[in-house]
C-alpha cells in the first residue's frame, strides 16, 4: 500500500482534538475490554486494518480471549458477552451504521434499562470517537506494524 497524506502533521491542531476526544474516552467509566469491544467491533465494520490491529493486542493486553476476539463479528450468535457487552455492541452496530436506521428505540430503551444516562454517553462517545479514528486510518493507509 502507497504512504499517503499524514494527517498529524498537515492538521495538527484536528489531531490534536481527535487526541483529546481519545483521553475523553480513556477517562470514562467503560471497562477497558467494553472499550475494546467497541473499537474491534466498528473497525470490523469499517474495514479499517490498522484499528483492528491496534485494538486486538489492546484487548488481548487487558485479558481479553482469543475466542471472544475471533467470534465478535458473530457476537449475536454465542453467549460468550453479557448483556451489557451486547447492548453495547447493538449500539456500536446501529451507530456506526448511522444512515441505515441509526440508534433504534428498541437499543436505546435496552440501554436506558442497564445503563445510566452519563455511562450511555460515554458509550456514544467512544463509538463516535472509533469511527473517526477509522475514516482517518483507513484513507490515510496507516501502516500496520508487523510484529513476530
Not at 476476539?69 to 451507530?95: F, G, K, P, S, V
Not at 430503551?109 to 467512544?126: C, G, H
Amino acid at each position: 500500500m502507497s504512504n499517503r497524506i499524514n494527517i498529524a502533521h498537515e492538521a495538527p491542531e484536528a489531531y490534536k482534538a481527535m487526541m483529546g476526544l481519545s483521553k475523553f474516552v480513556e477517562a470514562t467509566q467503560i471497562p477497558h475490554l467494553q472499550r475494546e469491544l467497541i473499537k474491534i467491533r466498528a473497525s470490523q465494520m469499517n474495514g479499517c486494518a490498522f484499528c483492528i490491529d491496534m485494538h486486538t493486542k489492546d484487548a488481548r493486553k487487558y485479558g481479553e480471549t482469543e475466542q471472544r476476539i475471533y467470534l465478535l463479528n458473530a457476537w449475536r450468535e454465542t453467549d460468550l458477552y453479557t448483556e451489557e457487552e451486547r447492548c453495547i455492541l447493538a449500539m456500536t452496530e446501529e451507530i456506526t451504521l448511522v444512515s441505515e436506521r441509526g440508534l433504534t428505540e428498541e437499543t436505546y430503551t435496552w440501554a436506558t434499562r442497564l445503563f445510566e444516562a452519563t455511562y450511555i454517553a460515554q458509550i456514544i462517545m467512544t463509538i463516535v470517537t472509533i469511527n473517526a479514528w477509522n475514516r482517518i486510518a483507513a484513507p490515510t493507509h496507516l501502516p500496520i506494524l508487523h510484529t513476530a
